[in-house]
């Protein structure tokens, strides 16, 4: 009877070792498959941060181009308009000279 005893023991001990190592294999597929989760969701986030510095990078440099455009713009018309300034002081002085040389001559 105590050898019945001694082979349930060692069955009933057997049965729980195989439990016990089907927990740990289901224990480390579940690892596994959150470990590749993560890193898919990594890699997608890599990848979005990426893409969206990219994005902001080529923003920058787009602003950027369009405001030195401005800008230069900016500057042609007021080099434009100080040289149509400038153009007119000139035929006033002109002007101013003639009607000088014209007085002068009448005295």
Known sequence: MAE???ERFKQREQELEDRLDEKDKEIEELIEEHKNKSEISLNELKKF??????????RAVDEKARYEKKLNQAIDDYE???TEMNNNHEDAFNGLEEEKASMEGNL
């Open 49 to 58: 941060y990426e893409d969206e510095k990219d994005r902001l990078e080529k």
């Open 80 to 82: 434009e308009r100080i």
């Open 4 to 6: 019945q005893y001694e």
